[in-house]
Each structure stands twice: as structure tokens, then as C-alpha cells.
């Protein structure tokens, strides 16, 4: 799918503000309403916009440590990644999981209450995923700058 100027404009709106009405959004992309409601549904059938959440403050719902965790398994066979991935998929405290190139094989982000309970969680439950043979852990220290968006443009990477 080809993403053309009004697409991304309507990517970018949304991005910073997805409770917008769909009027509003007409309104700021210079379309009357109609049109603008099937761009959006098209986005949404082609899952170039795959859905809409709340932006919460991890610290006001109790999780004040964020960890990023470098892990490295065993085996690469594709059956003992798939399972990894699928033990991984199911933590509600890994909030992402990446596989990765270089000197580890996924990056976990990981949040938790307080340190203790990253550190239980750490030994209780990441180190016994299935194929473990090294992980680091990485904490942070400030939010510099966390995903907000993504950049939409015309063209590729600046």
C-alpha cells in the first residue's frame, strides 16, 4: 500500500490525539467528513493504523521500574524460539519483546512495582523461560524521550 500526503496527515493527527472526532479531523485535513471516515477505515482495513489506546503514566499505576533485559537462548532453532516467544508473549509484565541481531537474541522492556519485585520476577520467572542461557539486565534511569509516535513521511528515513 502506497501512503499518499493525506494519509499521513491523517496518520499523524491520530497519532497525537486518536479521541478526535472524525469532523475534527475533516476539519484539519481540509476534507468534508465522508471521505475523510473511509481514509481512515481504509487505514484501519489495510492495518496501517492497527488500533487505538490510553497513553498511561506507568508511575501513577504503580510501576516505577522500568528494565530493558538482554537475553540470549540456548538453542536457535526455529522451534525453541517459537517457544520462547510464545512463554514471553504470555508475561504481563514484558511490555515488549524484540528478537535482535548482534551479541543477544531478543530484548525484553519489562516493567515492575519497585526493585524487589523486579528482582523476584527477574529470577522467578524470566530465568526460567524455556532455552535461557544469558540475560542482562539494564534499568532506566530517566525517560529521556519514550514512543510517543511514529515519524510519517512522503519519503524514507531523513
Given at each position: 500500500?502506497t501512503?499518499?500526503a493525506?494519509?499521513?496527515k491523517?496518520l499523524?493527527?491520530l497519532?497525537?490525539?486518536?479521541?478526535?472526532?472524525n469532523?475534527?479531523l475533516?476539519?484539519?485535513?481540509?476534507m468534508s467528513?465522508?471521505?475523510?471516515?473511509r481514509r481512515v477505515?481504509?487505514l484501519?482495513?489495510?492495518e496501517v493504523?492497527?488500533g487505538?489506546?490510553a497513553?498511561l503514566?506507568?508511575r501513577?499505576i504503580g510501576?516505577?521500574v522500568?528494565?530493558?533485559?538482554?537475553?540470549?537462548?540456548?538453542?536457535?532453532s526455529e522451534n525453541e524460539?517459537?517457544k520462547?516467544?510464545?512463554e514471553?508473549?504470555?508475561?504481563?509484565?514484558v511490555?515488549?519483546?524484540?528478537?535482535?541481531?548482534?551479541d543477544?537474541?531478543f530484548l525484553?522492556?519489562?516493567?515492575?512495582?519497585d526493585?524487589?519485585?523486579?528482582a523476584?520476577?527477574?529470577?522467578?520467572?524470566i530465568?526460567?523461560?524455556?532455552?535461557?542461557k544469558?540475560?542482562?539486565?539494564?534499568?532506566v534511569l530517566?525517560?529521556?524521550?519514550?514512543l510517543a509516535s511514529?515519524p510519517?513521511?512522503?519519503?524514507g528515513?531523513a
Amino acid at each position: 500500500m502506497t501512503l499518499n500526503a493525506i494519509d499521513m496527515k491523517i496518520l499523524t493527527l491520530l497519532q497525537n490525539d486518536a479521541r478526535m472526532t472524525n469532523q475534527t479531523l475533516a476539519d484539519d485535513i481540509g476534507m468534508s467528513a465522508s471521505p475523510c471516515w473511509r481514509r481512515v477505515r481504509k487505514l484501519e482495513e489495510d492495518e496501517v493504523i492497527q488500533g487505538y489506546r490510553a497513553v498511561l503514566n506507568r508511575r501513577k499505576i504503580g510501576l516505577g521500574v522500568m528494565v530493558f533485559v538482554r537475553v540470549s537462548i540456548d538453542s536457535h532453532s526455529e522451534n525453541e524460539a517459537r517457544k520462547f516467544e510464545e512463554e514471553v508473549t504470555a508475561l504481563e509484565n514484558v511490555v515488549a519483546c524484540y528478537s535482535v541481531g548482534g551479541d543477544a537474541d531478543f530484548l525484553l522492556q519489562v516493567v515492575a512495582r519497585d526493585l524487589d519485585s523486579y528482582a523476584d520476577f527477574a529470577m522467578a520467572v524470566i530465568r526460567r523461560l524455556p532455552g535461557i542461557k544469558e540475560m542482562q539486565s539494564m534499568f532506566v534511569l530517566k525517560e529521556i524521550k519514550p514512543l510517543a509516535s511514529y515519524p510519517v513521511r512522503t519519503q524514507g528515513p531523513a
